[in-house]
């Protein structure tokens, strides 16, 4: 029996979400069933990530790096009767979706892979009628990689009866021994008695980083002897930078720019923080911290209440409230038999929820259920 042959088209310029998701899966897709191809825009260095996998990665330079682009439709579909593709599996791209239709010898799954409020216009009678049409046109099967995201979707008249709810996945973060715990805390200056925090994501000005860094303020005043890590970068990292040093915590909060590994930063944290108040659907940068047991405070934003369990893996917390944010990890720290709880329950939440092994069997059983109709 032949393999399933499979197109991923995705059309971010960048590494992003989307392009973890799907290196996740292709470091756990089933070869003996699926043959997977990976077409990204030319230049896009998720090239270099997916290389290794077992997967042909098609660089191609008519693939906008937008999800609707007219001039791209044609050259798509004359690339889909070269492929011959038995599914087409669209992050977002909806002119790939489109020319899978002009195609019309496949099966068409679109993942969303966000959250956030939809436009007035979206929620309204035409907007939904708009929504609904666009997907049962240019779609068999919608996936959602949160229950925020399927709300989302809803609210912009996608049939409830076409989305699937795909929980994001992982893989587990290396875990450090004390000797190499200590190696990264003397790096970054942090004594052995210091308890850490931190935020790991884009530094931009929906993430929150601003209301961690009051809270960190709050904590410090209240005498924890703490030390704050932000890793990632952005567009408003000297912002950041400049209102530690107005707060008189530059000492205090650690900047660490981005980075390809964040292993050895998660592995000193005491509690990942996640600030988020304007788009949030799965963050993969908890499900990490979550692969080694990191109790969580975050808002209680998009997709964040459907991965921290309040009060058993972590404490949510109200948008753009650094009181809260500071009363959360405050009150985590003071407990020690409530921090190895919310850690036990965190660490036992990723193996049974969030590895990348189950996001591919997830995604594979669509796939199968598609083939099967």
Partial sequence: MSRIRVVNIITDTNIGGAGKVLQNYLAHYNREVFEITVVLPAGSPLADLLEGYEARIISFEKLMGKSMDISSIRPVLQLLKKLRPDIVHAHASLSSRIASRFYGKCKIVYTRHCAYPPSAFMKSGIGRMLGRITAKLFSDRVIAISEATKENLMDTGVPESMISVMMNGVEPLTV????????????????????????????????????????????????????????????????????????????????????????????ILDIFVNASYGTEASSLAMLEAMSLGKPVVATDYGGNPYQVRDGKTGLLVPIKNSDALADAITSILADSNKYKQFSKNTLADYNKNYTAANLARTIEKIYKDLINQ
């Fill in 176 to 267: 450090l021994n004390d000797d190499e715990m200590t190696l990264i805390r003397e790096k970054y200056k942090i004594n052995n008695r210091q308890k850490v925090a931190g935020m790991i994501g884009r530094l931009e000005p929906v993430k929150g980083h601003k209301y961690f860094i009051q809270g960190a303020k709050l904590c410090i005043d209240q005498g924890l002897d703490m030390m704050f890590i932000i890793t990632g970068s952005g567009g408003i990292e000297a912002e950041l930078k400049q209102m530690a040093d107005n707060l008189n915590i530059a000492d205090r909060v650690i900047f660490t720019g981005f980075l390809e590994d964040v292993a050895p930063v998660v592995n």
